[in-house]
Structures are given as structure tokens and as C-alpha cells.
Antibody
Framework: EVQLVESGGGLVQPGRSLRLSCAAS????????MHWVRQAPGKGLEWVSG????????GYADSVKGRFTISRDNAKNSLYLQMNSLRAEDTALYYC??????????????WGQGTMVTVSS | QSALTQPASVSGSPGQSITISCTGT?????????VSWYQQHPGKAPKLMIY???KRPSGVSNRFSGSKSGNTASLTISGLQAEDEADYYC???????????FGTGTKVTVL
């Protein structure tokens, strides 16, 4: 079964850090780009970051650039998001998503269930 | 990079057809064919319904179709069913510094 399982969310104070993980199974992980997408409570979807299959191409939304770092470990079939200098506006459900095609960004065909990040003092 | 513009809500009766628009710019929707659509039911993860403007993933009903004209993409749901009631989001690759952008989202209500 094709599956993505996120972990690492929680309650964190403003200015602190958190690292999210996404474990992939059921497909050849190192063939595909991977992405993080977030959704603030009651709000819409926002693309956060993406990484190509070999980590050669990486992109970030302007809202997180300089604070978040995406990475992957193909040997462990895992995707990560290191989030530093967290702000209240980063509070959201963070989804891990698989790129559908073999390019860097076309569509997201597999999604995890998300991990909740709450930034509050 | 601003979000792509979608109507906040669209409604229709069972069996009818509805169309959701997604308006961007020549830097995103108008410039690339990497437009996709997602369905999201409350408390659930989004589901890919359309990719590359008009292609349907395996398992998605052929009642869902996509198209694009200029800077505006559209999702049409024909033969509307109760299970289609959900939020729908478009997405596009963008040449701006933010590589990806989603639409503002549309709530579809089946009357």
C-alpha cells in the first residue's frame, strides 16, 4: 500500500524549532520529488517546500524562506522539514505529499494525513 | 506570490453540472500546463482529481474534467452527486520565487 506518514508535530513556543518527518512506503521513494503543504485551521492549502529526487533542486515559499529547511534520506525513505524561528502564523496541519510525475513540480498524487504544529506561548 | 483566485462557493442540484474557475497570471496558470485540482472533505487529506490541466488519475470519475483558457483554469463536475460536496483547490507551478501556488479554495454545496 502506498503510504505517507508524518510525525514530529506538537506545541512549540514562538522562536523555537521543530523537525517534521515523513515516512514513505509502497513506492520507489528515490524516483520522485517530495513536497510539504500546510493548512492553517479553517484556511486553505499553502505550498511550503519541495525537493527533487536527488536533492539537487529545492524550493521554498517566500513565507518560510530562510527559516525552514527541507531534506530527504533516500536510504531511509524519509522526508524532513526543519523549522526554525517559528511564528504564530506557522500554526497549521503540515502534509507530506508525493509529486506525481518524475519532474520537480506537477501535481501531488499521494498525501499523508498530516501532523499538527501549534506555535503559541 | 498571491494565491490563485477561486470563487468562495458554488452550488448545484443533484444531476446538474457546475464549473469552478481558477484565475492566475501568465507566470503560473497561463504560462504552464502544471495545473491540478484537489478535492478535500472535512477532516481529510486532499485528493488529486485533475493534473496537467485536464488529465484524470486512475480511479477518478469521468464526471470530473479540467480545462484552461489564458490565465484561467476550470474544473467542471457533471452529474453532480451528494458525495461531491467538499472543498476544491486548484494549484499551479509558478515561475516566481515561490515555485508552487494554490487557489483560495471553493466550497461546493449540493442542494
Amino acid at each position: 500500500e502506498v503510504q505517507l506518514v508524518e510525525s514530529g508535530g506538537g506545541l512549540v513556543q514562538p522562536g523555537r524549532s521543530l523537525r517534521l518527518s515523513c515516512a514513505a512506503s509502497g513506492f520507489t521513494f528515490d524516483d520522485y520529488a517530495m513536497h510539504w503543504v500546510r493548512q492553517a485551521p479553517g484556511k486553505g492549502l499553502e505550498w511550503v517546500s519541495g525537493i527533487s529526487w536527488n536533492s539537487g533542486s529545492i524550493g521554498y515559499a517566500d513565507s518560510v524562506k530562510g527559516r525552514f529547511t527541507i531534506s530527504r534520506d533516500n536510504a531511509k525513505n524519509s522526508l524532513y522539514l526543519q523549522m526554525n524561528s517559528l511564528r504564530a502564523e506557522d500554526t497549521a496541519l503540515y502534509y507530506c505529499a508525493k509529486n506525481r510525475g518524475f519532474g520537480f513540480f506537477d501535481a501531488f498524487d499521494i498525501w499523508g494525513q498530516g501532523t499538527m504544529v501549534t506555535v503559541s506561548s | 506570490q498571491s494565491a490563485l483566485t477561486q470563487p468562495a462557493s458554488v452550488s448545484g442540484s443533484p444531476g446538474q453540472s457546475i464549473t469552478i474557475s481558477c484565475t492566475g497570471t501568465s507566470s503560473d496558470v497561463g504560462g504552464y500546463n502544471y495545473v491540478s485540482w484537489y478535492q478535500q472533505h472535512p477532516g481529510k487529506a486532499p485528493k488529486l482529481m485533475i493534473y496537467d490541466v485536464s488529465k484524470r488519475p486512475s480511479g477518478v470519475s469521468n464526471r470530473f474534467s479540467g480545462s484552461k483558457s489564458g490565465n484561467t483554469a476550470s474544473l467542471t463536475i457533471s452529474g453532480l452527486q451528494a458525495e461531491d460536496e467538499a472543498d476544491y483547490y486548484c494549484s499551479s507551478y509558478t515561475s516566481s520565487s515561490t515555485l508552487g501556488v494554490f487557489g483560495t479554495g471553493t466550497k461546493v454545496t449540493v442542494l
